[in-house]
Structures are given as C-alpha cells and as structure tokens.
C-alpha cells in the first residue's frame, strides 16, 4: 500500500492479502480481509476473513502484507445479487448439501452470509457463512426459489377436510422437504404440503391446533 493509504486505515476497511508471514497458518495470498483492529498509526493490524475449515478467522497483518481491494467483490465479480437463492452443491460446515440458501449480506470475501430456506443449517437462526464455489444460483439449476420461507408467519389448513379451518403458525424448520411449524398454542408439528395447505398470514383469522 502507499505510504497515504496505510495512515488512512480505519476499523471495517476492506483489503487484499499480498504476503503473509504465517504462510499455510493463515490467509492466503489473495484473500479479501476487513480491519477490525488498529493497532497504531504504522503498525500491524488484526483483520478478519476467511481461511479453510473457518468462515470466520482473525489474524494480525503486517501492514506490508494487504493492500486495497480492486473495484468489485468476488459475489459482484460473479453477477450474484444479494437477495439471489442458491443450492448448496458442496460440502459446508454450516449448511447441508441441497439446502436452498438466500444471500443475505456480502461482506467482501469468497465466503458471505446466507440465510437458510430450506434444508438445515448448525446454526439455529440459519444465518451463516458459505463459500460461494459450494453453492449455485436456482436459476442456473432451473430450480424455482421455495414458496415457504423459514422465519415466516403463515396460515395452513389440512387438505380436503370438510370445515376448511386454517390455523396461525411460523415455519422454524424442514424436516427434510416437509414444513416444520408452530403453532400460536405453541405446539410443534411437521405439515407435509402433500397433505397441508399454506397461504400468507392474515390477521383476521385465528385458531389453535
């Protein structure tokens, strides 16, 4: 970096690794970091990113060793949108293989955060970071983006009953392809779509089951 770059760092600033004197132990060489400490005017910096086996790694830099980003980040270098659904097609330590996941916030590394649709996720809130070559757009896959989205509110109602009663409820999880949710009385059930029918939530109705 130039000697004017390097007093401009501050706390969330986006850079590149060029060397790195932990060699295999750390980033490698390429790899997009952000600041999260400063340590002086002209000394090292601790910066966090992406290494193997760890979605989130923080390691002391020299300040010889980054240098500022080119214009795009490696999701904007490959057209994705925040917002865009993915297939997980590799093998992740956060989400399962076939998880349709949505990206949910680009931080500048090969390794952003999406939020689970469908699937499972070793997270319970389902928000986690997923290396962008282990996942691809729904569209290429001519996938369509699920219609139930955990987190949401909804309504079901069982199929062919004779009193079509539809009751509140939030989708928690998938038990693999079948909804998952609970109830306003706060009970849990699975409600395969085979059998259930789901619609947005709509305040005027309510109901237990």
């Given amino acids: 970096m130039k000697k004017k770059d390097v007093k401009k760092l501050k706390v969330g600033d986006l850079l590149v690794v060029t060397g790195n004197k932990f060699g295999a132990n750390g980033f490698a060489i390429g790899t997009r970091v952000r600041v999260v400490n400063v340590r002086n005017k002209y000394g090292d910096i601790d ?4 290494i193997s086996g760890f979605a989130s790694f923080t390691q002391g830099l020299s300040r010889k060793d980054v240098s500022l980003p080119v214009a795009k980040t490696p999701r904007e270098e490959l057209g994705y ?3 865009d659904s993915f297939q997980v097609v590799g093998v992740t330590m956060t989400f399962t293989f076939g998880s349709i996941v949505e990206l ?3 931080d500048g590394t090969s390794c952003p955060f999406f939020k689970l649709l469908t699937g499972s996720c070793l997270k319970p809130d389902g928000n986690a970071c997923a290396w962008l ?27 062919g009953s004779a009193e079509e009663r539809y009751y509140p409820c939030s989708l928690i999880a998938f038990d693999g392809a079948d909804p998952v949710v609970k109830t306003d009385a706060g ?6 779509e085979q ?3 789901f619609r947005k939530a709509l305040n005027s109705t309510k109901g237990q089951s």
């Fill in 104 to 106: 949910a916030r680009d």
């Fill in 81 to 83: 949108k925040v917002g």
């Fill in 47 to 50: 910066c966090t990113g992406s």
């Fill in 133 to 159: 070559n282990n996942v691809k757009p729904c569209v290429e896959l001519e996938l369509e983006p699920p219609m139930l989205k955990i987190g949401q509110q909804y309504e079901y109602t069982k199929i």
């Fill in 195 to 197: 059998q259930y029918r």
């Fill in 187 to 192: 009970h849990y059930h699975c409600r395969p």
